[in-house]
T-cell receptor, first 112, second 118 residues
Framework: DQQVKQNSPSLSVQEGRISILNCDYT??????FLWYKKYPAEGPTFLIS?????DKNEDGRFTVFLNKSAKHLSLHIVPSQPGDSAVYFC???????????FGQGTTLQVKP | EPEVTQTPSHQVTQMGQEVILRCVPI?????FYWYRQILGQKVEFLVS????????KSEIFDDQFSVERPDGSNFTLKIRSTKLEDSAMYFC????????????????FGSGTQLSVL
């Protein structure tokens, strides 16, 4: 039962270009969406979130777009930097206990 | 910046043995979690804990698992009789505010304990 799906296991982009990471979800009742970043040997760290009442949220080089009709969200990183190389997880809170449902993750490699 | 601390970073055990994974959440946080990630798979929720009791647990969190907050700072995950399939990276996480009131889900994760069951 994959409620949150990231269909691209990996993505490679050149430094300075745009990185676009995608996430699909199945439950139209989800009301908040988050992106976490994970470096090797570290835990996930919160990156950016978006409420379902918005279609865009921007924080510096990071922008998340939400398309509710398509049940799709995307994370744009521009310009991409080598330090952005990490695994990116899409996640949604489920219920009121703080449980997060994660996607499978996309490994981003930004080449200098 | 305050952080969630987990020990040990690596734990190797024999099948059938008991293990205790330890976590020190951020000091003023009230909600605590364990997640795990089997190699190559997604991060999975195990259990949430608030006010000294489990508030939610997943199907993975069966009778072999237990959590405890033995004092004001530590939060532990015990696996009573480990199985090969328990091999995974286990992450502790915490959050200050009620996750029901702030839907951002901005959990703070530790660096994880890599558990290897042989």
């Amino acid at each position: 039962d994959q409620q949150v799906k990231q269909n691209s296991p990996s993505l490679s982009v050149q430094e300075g270009r745009i990185s676009i990471l995608n996430c699909d979800y199945t439950n139209s009742m989800f009301d908040y969406f988050l992106w976490y970043k994970k470096y090797p040997a570290e835990g996930p760290t919160f990156l950016i979130s978006i409420s379902s009442i918005k279609d865009k949220n921007e924080d510096g080089r990071f922008t998340v777009f939400l398309n509710k009709s398509a049940k799709h969200l995307s994370l744009h990183i521009v310009p991409s930097q080598p330090g952005d190389s990490a695994v990116y997880f899409c996640a949604v809170p489920s219920g009121n206990t703080g449980k997060l449902i994660f996607g499978q993750g996309t490994t981003l490699q930004v080449k200098p | 910046e305050p952080e969630v601390t987990q020990t040990p970073s690596h734990q190797v055990t024999q099948m059938g043995q008991e293990v205790i994974l330890r976590c020190v959440p951020i000091s003023n946080h009230l909600y605590f979690y364990w997640y795990r990630q089997i190699l190559g798979q997604k991060v999975e929720f195990l259990v949430s804990f608030y006010n000294n009791e489990i508030s939610e647990k997943s199907e993975i969190f069966d009778d072999q698992f237990s959590v405890e907050r033995p004092d004001g700072s530590n939060f532990t995950l015990k696996i009573r009789s480990t199985k090969l399939e328990d091999s995974a990276m286990y992450f502790c996480a915490s959050i200050l505010d009620s996750p029901g009131t702030f839907r951002g889900g901005k959990l703070f994760f530790g660096s994880g304990t890599q558990l290897s069951v042989l």
